[in-house]
């Protein structure tokens, strides 16, 4: 039996039990070392289509791309948060985040044409018509 556990110091040459006070310290705020490089993603059925949801918190609709390419659907995001109008001198810590990430999906049984995209408040909403069972009916190649 195999069991996913987050490994929360996996950026650290050191065990936990051995960090120090300042170690501590000049840790990151808020949870930032726990971001990861990807984002996440959820996709329901719902009959006729597929609704995909990506959260994609503080990314501007500009720095989104969705590409469809052969049946492999592509969402990409670029985000950075960089301020440097608002830096101040003699700060101790100053944590930006900027990055890039991406996520494929393999498209079956959907109309890549008729994909429609909305981003709002963080979240891209992709819906994906399904094809109907009678659009894909075999079809019959003659032997000559």
Same mark, same amino acid.
């Given at each position: 039996m /195999?069991?996913?556990i987050p490994y929360r110091y996996r950026n650290q040459l050191t065990r936990p039990e051995t960090t120090s006070f300042m170690d501590d310290f000049f840790r990151p705020f808020f949870g930032l070392d726990n971001?990861? /490089?990807t984002f996440s993603v959820d996709v329901? *059925?719902?009959?006729?289509k597929y609704v995909l949801e990506a959260d994609l918190p503080g990314v501007k609709r500009e720095d989104v791309n969705?590409?469809?390419n052969d049946g492999v659907l592509t969402i990409s995001a670029e985000w950075?948060?960089?301020k440097k109008e608002n830096r101040q001198?003699?700060?101790v810590i100053n944590e930006r985040r900027s990055g890039r990430a991406s996520r494929s999906f393999t498209l079956e049984n959907v109309k890549e044409d008729e994909i429609s995209a909305e981003y709002k *408040?963080?979240?891209?909403r992709l819906t994906m018509p399904k094809i109907n069972e009678t659009e894909k009916s075999p079809r019959r190649i003659e032997i000559q």
């Open positions: /195999s069991t996913l971001f990861t /490089s329901k *059925d719902e009959g006729d969705v590409d469809v950075n948060t960089e001198h003699g700060y *408040d963080g979240v891209l």
